[in-house]
């Protein structure tokens, strides 16, 4: 049996898990130098949180462990293909590599708007079903302009 | 002054303040019904956690304000367009509108990658940066399938 094999199961067990606890099938897991540093299932409707997805939980614990806000090296197993959302927190986390079980026609078979949501993201803002809109441009840079003048400053 | 100016100079202000506290400068404000429910800035590097946007910290807070996952109804007021994992956590979170200051090309400008991450996200699974791998399919739909014949649920 695989390495791959054996983490994506525990992320599996962790979906699983979720649903005996009222949250939605989806769990993850990181594993940084052969090491789980991160879990996580989905609380959207346990915590009243819709950001609470199961790799969103599990980027977070993980960046807790290791006191970093970076998991360059690190891979993400997680039973469902990411959302767009868990997609990109994975590169702004700067994870290497991603191992899913389900796929977004799976969860779309289920009721679960993942594939809809890409669609949408790789839309033109203004064909979106969310209303857009841009003011103020030139004031809302002034935070913008701050930052890049700084010369003390954490990048990331 | 119109409406929308106001509360979107509330997130900027945010987002300047951010910048004080050793954060990014972003920040956003979610306004239900003419009041602000939620207010967030960034805080990835001071809290070690990638996904602490602005407005992922708008949106948690504004759900725990009125105990609900989802913002149906409300406008999110960001200092900047939202990343595609903040787009997608506005889709989760149901909200109908967005206004917001700065665009993904200002963001480059200053070094931030959302625009990168647009194009990630829009590409296929093979021909991403991040490497993808889908295993155990079958195993993995188990908790999809207990999922989908649970009688008594919360969807979201």
């Known amino acids: 049996m695989s ?9 599996i067990q962790l979906a699983t898990k979720s649903l005996e606890l009222g949250g939605g099938p989806f769990g993850a897991v990181i594993v940084k130098d052969g090491q789980i540093i991160g879990r996580g299932h989905n609380r959207v409707t346990v915590d ?3 950001t609470a997805h ?9 960046c807790k462990t290791i006191n970093d806000f970076s998991l360059k090296g690190a891979t993400l197993y997680t039973s469902c293909e990411p959302c767009p959302m868990c997609l990109t927190a994975t590169y702004w986390a700067r994870i290497d590599r991603i191992v899913y079980g389900n796929d977004r ?16 993201v790789n839309k033109k803002i203004e064909e979106r079903d969310v209303l857009m809109e841009q003011i ?16 003390d400053k954490t990048e990331y």
Chains 1, 2 share one sequence.
């Open 3 to 11: 390495l791959d094999e054996n983490f994506l199961r525990e992320a």
């Open 48 to 50: 009243f949180d819709p």
């Open 54 to 62: 199961a790799e969103v939980m599990a980027i977070r614990e993980a």
């Open 105 to 120: 026609a799976s969860a779309a078979s289920i009721g679960f708007d993942d594939s809809y949501f890409y669609d949408q």
């Open 136 to 151: 103020l441009a030139e004031e809302a840079f002034s935070s913008f302009k701050k930052w890049s003048e700084l010369e």
